[in-house]
């Protein structure tokens, strides 16, 4: 079965770069979540979509924003990057709002 | 302060021995949602239960849930090598689709 892609895997940026981190949602599925786990936390979560609106925010910094696109898949854009934001970013997706949430491998994010 | 704590800690068993794990949230809730992790890889969606159920099977895994205490546990049984993960609960609040985790249970079976 089709699992939610994230690209890239890996990513290494500098401080003060900006990142863009992609997220392919299960095939049907309209709502797409995006959290934040650092070394040895548990999964917080940034933000979501639902049919390519935002539907809930969480801790997501000003730096940060991101936007489901008409074909679903949803971007995370982040901006002058510090190194508290080295940290794993997982998207997840719904076939319905407050259903199961299937993750995808994550995209770990290392700032130097 | 969080929304899901979870206990143990951490849990070290042999295989073919049960492990249960213990949740604890502090507001209502739709549903809760159990996830496997494996270091530092993706989550693993295990089971949903809804507020309105009690108990929920898959396998070799048992959820409970009670709405009384805002607790929830997970049984693993006959525990296997492979089962060692740390275990997330996660729980979907009342008007919001977003999950807030437990701290989660660092799981150990020794062969």
């Known amino acids: 079965a089709a699992g939610v892609i994230q690209s890239p895997r890996h990513l290494i940026k500098e401080k003060r770069e900006t990142a863009t981190l992609k997220c392919y949602p299960i095939p049907r599925h309209d709502t797409v979540y995006w959290y934040q786990q650092g070394p040895g936390q548990d999964p917080q979560f940034l933000i979501s979509?639902?049919?390519?609106?935002?539907?809930d925010k969480g801790s997501i910094p000003d730096r940060f924003s991101a936007q489901q696109f008409s074909d679903y898949h949803s971007e995370l854009n982040m901006s002058s990057l510090e190194l508290g934001d080295s940290a794993l970013y997982f998207c997840?997706?719904?076939?319905?709002?407050?259903?199961?949430?299937?993750f995808g491998p994550g995209t770990r994010l290392t700032v130097l | 302060s969080q929304q899901g704590e979870e206990d143990p800690q951490a849990l070290s068993i042999q295989e073919g021995e049960n492990a249960t794990m213990n949740c604890s949230y502090k507001t209502s809730i739709n549903n809760l949602q159990w996830y496997r992790q494996n270091s530092g890889r993706g989550l693993v969606h295990l089971i949903l239960?809804?507020?309105?159920?009690r108990e929920k099977h898959s396998g070799r895994l048992r959820v409970t849930l009670d709405t009384s205490k805002k607790s929830s546990s997970l049984l693993i049984t006959a525990s296997r090598a492979a089962d060692t993960a740390s275990y997330f609960c996660a729980t979907a609040l009342v008007n919001t689709d977003k999950l807030i985790f437990g701290t989660g249970t660092r799981l150990q079976v020794f062969p």
């Open positions: 979509f639902y049919e390519k609106m935002q539907s």
């Open positions: 997840a997706s719904s076939l319905v709002p407050v259903d199961t949430q299937y």
């Open positions: 239960i809804r507020s309105n159920e």
